[in-house]
C-alpha cells in the first residue's frame, strides 16, 4: 500500500489567530465537481469523492489551551458513529489519545461544509483519505514550530499523546501553537503505515455514548433560544390538495397565541407553548383545492414497467426474444414506505436585525442555507445553519426546506421560533420510499446456468427533484441514480444482460430512503435467481457462484458468497420445520451476502438467525461495523416484512406508529452474526449495503419452507394472503 505518499504543501491554505490559542485552520484542498466524473457507474461500483467546498480556507481543526483538539466535521452524526471513526482517524494521525479529540459537525459559519449532504453511508469513505493528509500535516507542522522553539532539529523530534519531545525537551501541542501567527508548512508528509495503526481497526467504544445514555441535549429537538416562542404549521391530509382559504378568527382568541400568520399558500400558529400552538391550530378551518382522490390501484396503474420514459442502464450480450418458450418471467413489488424515525423534524430559528441563526437536525446544511437565502432574498453569509446530531435520518433529513417557514414565522415576531412537526404531520408529509414494480426475465443455458438476465424496473423518483440532485443530472444521465441503486445484473459471467429503468411522476413525494432502491431490486433480482436455481434442480450458492469470474468485484462476490454459505451452515434443505434463505448485493463497492433462518409459527414469520458476512474495505472500528451491520438488518426487515403506507381516497395513511407495523422485539432474531472481510485497502461504505440482501433472503427461505414465492414486499401481508384460512405452523 502507498503509505509514504507525499503530501504536497500546496494543497492547504493557512489562516492563524481566528481566536483564542493556537487556532489552525486548514482549508480543504479538494475542489472537484462531483457530478461530471461518471457517476452512474460510481454509483454501483465507486465511491463518490467528497465534495467539500474545496474554494475557502476555513476551520477543520482547533486546538484548545487544555491540550485537546476539536475537528469541525463536514459531515454529521446520524448515529452511524462516523464521529467515532474520525476520532480513531486523527488520534492516529495526530499521536494524540482519542480522549483528547471531540468531534463537532461544522455549522456554516464555523468550518468546512459537505456542499452536498450527509448520505449514502460515504461518510467515513469520503473523508478517510482527506483526514488522515491533514492530521499528519498537522502534526509534522506542529512538530515544526516545536524545534524553532526548543531550538532543536526536528528529525530529533517525537510526537506521542499531544507531546512533542527529543528526550531532554518536551512541549504540549498546545504550548507549541501558543502565539502562533504563521505556519510552516512541511513540503511533503509521510502518513503512516497501516500495519502500525494503534486505534484504526481496532474496537473503541462511541465517543457520544455519554451524551445518549444520559439524555444530553444533542438533537434539534432539544434545542433551545432564550424568550423561545413556539410554532405549528397547517398541512393537507390530502395528496395533492393546494391552498385556498383559511378562517383564523378562534384561534387569535385562543390562549397563549401571540400571532396567527398567514404567509402565501401556508399558515401558522405562534404561540408561547406548542401544546398552545396545536390547540389553536386546530380551530382553524382551512379550505384545500384538489383534482381527485388518488386510490392504491390508480397509483398502481400509473407506476409500472412499460409507463413512462424508459433508459438502458445495462446492456450486455442479446436481448430476451419476446416468443421464446424458455423464458420464464416473474413480477414483484414493493410498497410506499416512511422513514418513521424517531425525532420528528423541526426546526429553531431566529431572525434578528437581518441576521438567521436556524437550528435544527440536517443532512443537507449547504442546501438548507441556500434554501433560506432564495426565499427570503438573503446573503448566504447572514445566515448561520448550526447541525444537531439526527434522531435518524434514513435520508428524511436531505429535506429540510421548512427552515425556511421557521425563519419566516420568527421575522413576523421578531424572537426565536421553534417549528416541530406531530407524528401525524410527519407521516403525512413524509418524501416517502418510492414503490416499485419489477419484470424480471431469464433464461437458462444447455448447461443449465443463467445464460441471460433482464431486470426491468419501475420506481417513484429517488434522486430527480430531490433538494440534493437538480433536474439537470436526469438531463445528463437519462436515470434515477437514486432508483437504480442494486438495479444492475451483478453477476458478471452471465452472457446476456439488460437493466432497464422507467420513471413516472407519482402525485406524492419521493425521495431518498435508507439504501434507496437497493432492498426493491436486490429482492426482486436475488428471489428470481433463486427461483430459477430450483427450475434448474442446483444449489442457490453453486448456481450463483457459476456465474462469477476470478477477477476484481467479481472474485470478492465470491469470497463473500461462499463464507456466508460456509458460516451460516447453509443447506438447501427443512429441518426441524426451518429453512434457511440465501441472497447477496453489491453496493457502492461494499458487498454483503446473509444467511437467514426461519420458520412460520401461528401464520407469523419468524427469523431465527442472521448470518452476514460483509466485505467493506478497511474496518475503522469492527464493532461499530458490525453494529452497523446489525442495524441494516433489522430496518431491512423492518421493510421487507412488515411496512406499508396505503393511499386510499386521497389519503396516505396510516399516520401514528402501531398501525405503521415494523419489526418489533418480539419479531428480532435471537442472534446475527457478523463476519467481516477486508477486500480492499479503503474504507468502503457500510450502514447501507448490509439492507440490500436481507427481502430477498427472507423470501427465499420462505420459497423452501412452504413453497411458495412470495413476489410483493411486506412479505408478512403477502403471506397472509395465501395462508389467510386454517393457519397452522409450516415445516
Not at 15 to 23: A, C
Not at 52 to 69: I, P
Not at 693 to 700: L, Q, S, W
Amino acid at each position: 500500500m502507498a503509505e509514504q505518499k507525499k503530501i504536497s504543501r500546496r494543497k492547504f491554505l493557512i489562516r492563524s489567530g481566528l481566536g483564542g490559542i493556537g487556532v489552525l485552520a486548514l482549508g480543504t484542498y479538494i475542489a472537484r465537481n462531483p457530478l461530471r466524473r461518471g457517476i452512474l457507474n460510481a454509483v454501483e461500483k465507486g465511491i463518490l469523492p467528497y465534495s467539500g467546498k474545496g474554494t475557502e480556507a476555513a476551520l477543520w481543526f482547533e486546538l484548545t489551551y487544555e491540550n485537546k483538539l476539536i475537528f469541525h466535521s463536514p459531515k454529521v452524526e446520524m448515529g452511524q458513529g462516523i464521529f467515532t471513526a474520525f476520532t480513531q482517524i486523527i488520534a492516529e494521525e495526530m499521536d494524540l489519545l482519542p480522549s483528547q479529540i471531540e468531534v463537532k459537525a461544522a455549522a456554516t459559519d464555523t468550518g468546512i461544509i459537505d456542499a452536498m449532504s450527509t448520505g449514502g453511508s460515504l461518510s467515513v469513505a469520503q473523508l478517510w483519505g482527506p483526514l488522515r493528509e491533514l492530521s499528519s500535516t498537522m502534526r509534522e507542522m506542529i512538530k515544526n514550530e516545536a524545534a524553532a522553539k526548543m531550538g532543536v532539529d526536528i528529525s530529533a523530534l517525537k510526537t506521542l499523546e499531544g507531546i512533542v519531545s527529543n528526550g531532554s525537551q518536551s512541549r504540549t501541542y498546545a504550548e507549541v501553537a501558543a502565539g502562533v501567527k504563521e505556519w510552516k508548512i512541511p513540503d511533503d508528509v509521510p502518513v503512516p503505515k497501516t500495519k502500525d495503526f494503534k486505534y484504526i481497526g481496532r474496537p473503541m467504544p462511541r465517543v457520544d455514548l455519554k451524551e445518549k445514555v444520559f439524555g444530553s441535549p444533542i438533537y434539534g429537538l432539544d434545542a433551545q433560544m432564550p424568550d423561545m416562542l413556539y410554532a405549528s404549521v397547517i398541512r393537507p391530509g390530502i395528496v395533492g390538495a393546494k391552498f385556498k382559504s383559511a378562517d383564523t378568527k378562534i384561534a387569535l382568541d385562543m390562549p397563549g397565541v401571540v400571532k396567527v400568520v398567514q404567509i402565501d399558500n401556508w399558515v401558522g400558529v405562534i404561540a408561547k407553548s406548542f401544546a398552545e400552538a396545536l390547540a389553536a391550530k386546530d380551530t382553524i378551518k382551512v379550505e384545500w383545492l384538489y383534482d381527485k382522490l388518488w386510490t392504491e390501484e390508480e397509483m398502481r396503474k400509473t407506476l409500472s414497467v412499460g409507463m413512462g420514459d424508459s433508459f438502458m442502464a445495462q446492456k450486455e450480450g442479446k436481448k430476451l426474444a419476446d416468443d421464446d418458450d424458455e423464458v420464464q418471467t416473474m413480477e414483484f413489488t414493493s410498497p410506499i414506505g416512511a422513514h418513521a424515525q424517531i425525532e420528528p423534524n423541526g426546526a429553531l430559528a431566529y431572525y434578528n436585525e437581518g441576521k438567521v441563526t436556524v437550528i435544527l437536525s440536517t443532512q443537507v446544511i449547504g442546501v438548507t442555507q441556500k434554501q433560506i437565502a432564495k426565499a427570503l432574498d438573503m446573503e448566504l453569509e447572514d445566515i448561520n445553519v448550526i447541525p444537531t446530531h439526527l434522531g435518524g435520518g434514513f435520508g428524511r433529513r436531505l429535506d429540510t426546506n421548512h427552515a425556511i417557514q421557521a425563519v419566516q414565522l420568527s421575522r413576523e415576531v421578531g424572537k426565536p421560533v421553534k417549528y416541530v412537526f406531530t407524528r401525524k404531520e410527519e407521516f403525512q408529509n413524509d418524501q416517502f420510499r418510492p414503490p416499485t414494480h419489477h419484470i424480471v426475465k431469464g433464461k437458462l443455458g444447455s448447461d443449465l446456468y443463467l445464460e441471460s438476465l433482464e431486470h426491468h424496473y419501475a420506481s417513484g423518483d429517488v434522486s430527480i427533484n430531490s433538494a440534493i440532485q437538480p433536474p439537470i443530472v436526469k438531463t445528463v444521465f437519462g436515470t434515477d441514480l437514486g432508483a437504480g441503486r442494486g438495479a444492475k445484473i451483478m453477476y458478471d459471467g452471465i452472457e446476456n444482460c439488460r437493466s432497464v429503468q422507467w420513471h413516472t411522476t407519482l402525485p406524492f413525494a419521493t425521495s431518498w430512503w435508507r439504501a434507496l432502491g437497493l432492498l426493491a431490486n436486490t429482492f426482486a433480482i436475488e428471489s428470481f435467481i433463486d427461483e430459477m436455481a430450483l427450475e434448474a434442480s442446483k444449489n442457490p450458492i453453486e448456481f450463483r457462484l457459476n456465474k462469477l469470474s476470478d477477477e476484481g468485484n467479481s472474485l470478492r462476490l465470491k469470497k463473500v458468497i461462499q463464507m456466508a454459505a460456509d458460516k451460516g451452515n447453509y443447506e438447501d434443505v427443512v429441518k426441524n420445520g426451518r429453512a434457511k434463505g440465501f441472497a447477496a448485493s453489491m453496493d457502492n463497492n461494499s458487498i454483503a451476502a446473509h444467511v437467514v433462518e426461519l420458520s412460520i409459527e401461528k401464520g407469523q414469520i419468524k427469523v431465527h438467525k442472521v448470518f452476514c458476512v460483509f466485505d467493506c474495505g478497511k474496518v475503522i472500528n469492527p464493532d461499530q461495523v458490525r453494529a452497523q451491520c446489525e442495524g441494516a438488518i433489522i430496518m431491512g426487515m423492518s421493510a421487507a416484512v412488515y411496512e406499508k403506507m396505503t393511499l386510499e381516497k386521497g389519503e396516505l395513511t396510516p399516520t401514528i406508529y402501531g398501525p405503521y407495523e415494523m419489526v418489533r422485539m418480539k419479531h428480532a432474531p435471537k442472534e446475527i452474526e457478523v463476519h467481516l472481510i477486508e477486500g480492499r485497502d479503503i474504507p468502503l461504505p457500510v450502514g447501507e449495503p448490509p439492507l440490500g440482501p436481507i427481502g430477498a433472503a427472507i423470501g427465499n427461505a420462505i420459497r423452501r419452507l412452504t413453497g411458495i414465492r412470495l413476489k410483493d414486499m411486506p412479505l408478512q401481508e403477502a403471506l397472509d394472503k395465501v395462508y389467510s384460512k386454517n393457519m397452522t405452523d409450516i415445516g
